[in-house]
Structure formats: structure tokens, C-alpha cells
């Protein structure tokens, strides 16, 4: 699977993006798939996970209830909808897929270390 992320930019604080992350191959519609952020000097952290059906959905607890993640099989296609966006969402954020998931709790996705394949990442930069 080959991820291609795009839809970063400058926005201010309170303001919205979705990011979006194309996928090649036929893998897409049966793979979790997730978005990980890394702010300068930081490590990646997660921020939300979905099942391949979209039936399960995973969320890191500072984004719940602001960023919405979704799917579309028939385009291959994540994103990553971003409301309300504060100077600490600033980050690159990637894209990442595992076209063989196991069959447990989509929060195992949490870890960066359960997916096979990432994206190049596209900048977020939320100004106050």
C-alpha cells in the first residue's frame, strides 16, 4: 500500500482542515487505517484510528469530540475532518495502513508500531 497525504496548511485557532490520504492498491478496503501526528522535538503520537468497514473508530483523548475520521473504499480514500484546532494540534501528520489487521480492538491501533505502511506526512500549522 502506498499512502499519499495532502491537505495540511496555516490556519488559525479555532478554524477547520481535513486532511486527506489516498491509498494505491486493492489492499485499501480491508486495511485499519490511522493518523499519527509528530510535533517539532516530540515523538509521533496517535490521533484516531478506523476499522476497514468503519464500523469501529478510535480517537486519542484530546481530539475526541473535534476531529472526525472517515473513510471511502470505492475511492480509496482517509481523511481526516479538524474542527475547532488549537496551536497544539500543530504537527506533521501522517497517514498509516495494515492491510492484515488482526482481529482485536481497533485501540490496539494506537500504536504506531501496528501498522505496516505510512504515508510522507503533511504539515498542520494552527496559529493563535
Known amino acids: 500500500v502506498q499512502l499519499v497525504a495532502s491537505g495540511g496548511g496555516l490556519v488559525q485557532a479555532g478554524g477547520s482542515l481535513r486532511l486527506s490520504c489516498a491509498a494505491s492498491?486493492?489492499?485499501?478496503?480491508?486495511?485499519?487505517m490511522g493518523w499519527f501526528r509528530q510535533a517539532p522535538g516530540k515523538e509521533r503520537e496517535f490521533v484516531a484510528a478506523i476499522s476497514w468497514s468503519a464500523d469501529s473508530t478510535y480517537y486519542e483523548d484530546s481530539v475526541k469530540g473535534r476531529f472526525t475520521i472517515s473513510r471511502d473504499n470505492a475511492k480509496n480514500t482517509l481523511y481526516l475532518q479538524m474542527n475547532s484546532l488549537k496551536p497544539e494540534d500543530t504537527a506533521v501528520y501522517y497517514c498509516?495502513?495494515?492491510?492484515?489487521?488482526?482481529?482485536?480492538?481497533?485501540?490496539?491501533?494506537?500504536?504506531?508500531?501496528?501498522?505496516?505502511?505510512w504515508g510522507q506526512g503533511t504539515q498542520v500549522t494552527v496559529s493563535s
Open positions: 492498491g486493492r489492499t485499501f478496503r480491508r486495511s485499519v
Open positions: 498509516a495502513a495494515e492491510f492484515r489487521p488482526l482481529s482485536i480492538a481497533i485501540s490496539y491501533y494506537s500504536r504506531p508500531g501496528a501498522f505496516g505502511s
